[in-house]
């Protein structure tokens, strides 16, 4: 890959958890507030074609620094030059690593114990921080992590309008219809199903729909990514969001607190998540949800699926690709699996 030359300047300093930044196009920007100066600058003089469509930070601590993008992967040299070879790469240092986590935390881990259990933090702008370490057991219970190792960073983007071309499919007489999103890892279901619910919330005026209201359950903070329980990326103006709650609960309780026409969540599989499911198309509450699946034939075979499949309860399926990139629409098909619009095809949005 070619070379980057490092600018001069005066690098970047740590900045509060509050500094972190917006989701959208410049979201890297808030970041490298966050990192130590020789990291930021490094990643700062990335090719903007990579910067554009950047996922992933990995800093690990005494090992090579490292990033995904939109079209691959690479580790970082110093001066932000793209390298194929792990040992020519920029080494994070502990101290490095130290002082991210001290900015990342306001220098206050006590406070994020809660979300420590969890191995990740979000912070303003909705990014989603992993961390590894030491965990700390006690009584069979993950109470926090010391002696951190490493930490992943994932950038959240909202790309607006990269759900447009596919909404007159999931409208019918002015009402949102159940729509599943089916996707492997990393084809870009969570920013296509947001751009959906913003659509949904905010409306059409082409399609003669004046939007509904949105209660959207954000277990992994990765939806909406609230920070102190507001959203940060773009949901629409009649979504409500309960963050960092269990689906099944967040929906049941979102059904009876909220009064939503629609209710939207990430990854549902477990048992009593498509229980609850049952509940919210008995009460004629419309669904919108996502699950990592690459064919409607293999979801079929997942414990408790098939009868959710054969009944009738989607009637929209969309499946996810990566044929053109992340967010490729590789098939739009009805609830009884009949094709609606052939693949593959992306929205308006540059990515997803």
């Not at 970041?31 to 990643?43: G, K, R, T």
């Not at 191995?119 to 010391?146: A, M, N, P």
């Amino acid at each position: 890959m070619g070379s980057v030359r490092l600018g001069k300047g005066e690098g970047h300093r740590p900045q509060p958890l509050g500094q972190a930044g917006g989701g959208g196009p410049g979201a890297l920007s808030g970041v490298l507030a966050l990192l130590p100066a020789v990291v930021a600058a490094s990643l700062a003089a990335l090719p903007p074609e990579i910067k554009a469509t950047l996922e992933e930070i990995r800093l690990r601590r005494e090992r090579p620094l490292q990033v995904r993008w939109a079209a691959g992967e690479g580790w970082v040299k110093a001066g932000g030059t793209l390298t194929t070879m792990p040992d020519q790469a920029y080494i994070v240092t502990a101290n490095d690593l130290s002082q991210t986590i001290q900015a990342l935390t306001r220098s206050s881990l006590y406070a994020l114990e809660e979300e420590l259990r969890s191995g990740y933090i979000t912070v303003s702008g909705g990014h989603r921080v992993g961390l590894v370490g030491e965990t700390v057991v006690r009584q069979g219970e993950i109470q926090t992590l010391k002696n951190f190792a490493g930490l992943n960073l994932r950038l959240a983007r909202s790309i607006p309008g990269c759900a447009r071309e596919l909404m007159p499919y999931l409208l019918e007489q002015g009402r949102p219809l159940n729509t599943l999103i089916l996707s492997p890892p990393r084809c870009g279901k969570t920013t296509l199903l947001r751009d959906i619910i913003r659509l949904f919330s905010t409306g059409i005026a082409e399609l003669k729909f004046s939007g509904v209201n949105v209660g959207v359950v954000d277990e992994r903070s990765e939806i909406a990514g609230c920070w102190l329980g507001a959203p940060q990326l773009e949901v629409g103006p009649r979504t409500d969001v309960l963050d960092r709650c269990p689906k099944a609960a967040g929906m049941l309780m979102l059904l009876r607190s909220m009064g939503p026409e629609v209710i939207a969540t990430d990854e549902i599989g477990r048992p009593e998540e498509l229980a609850a499911l049952q509940d919210i198309l008995n009460a004629g509450v419309t669904i919108l949800a996502s699950v990592h699946a690459g064919s409607l034939e293999e979801l079929k075979h997942r414990p408790g699926w098939r009868p959710l499949l054969e009944q009738g309860f989607w009637q929209r399926l969309v499946i996810l690709g990566r044929t053109l990139g992340p967010g490729t629409i590789e098939g739009l098909l009805s609830g009884d699996g009949q094709t609606l619009r052939g693949g593959p095809w992306r929205g308006e949005g540059k990515a997803c």
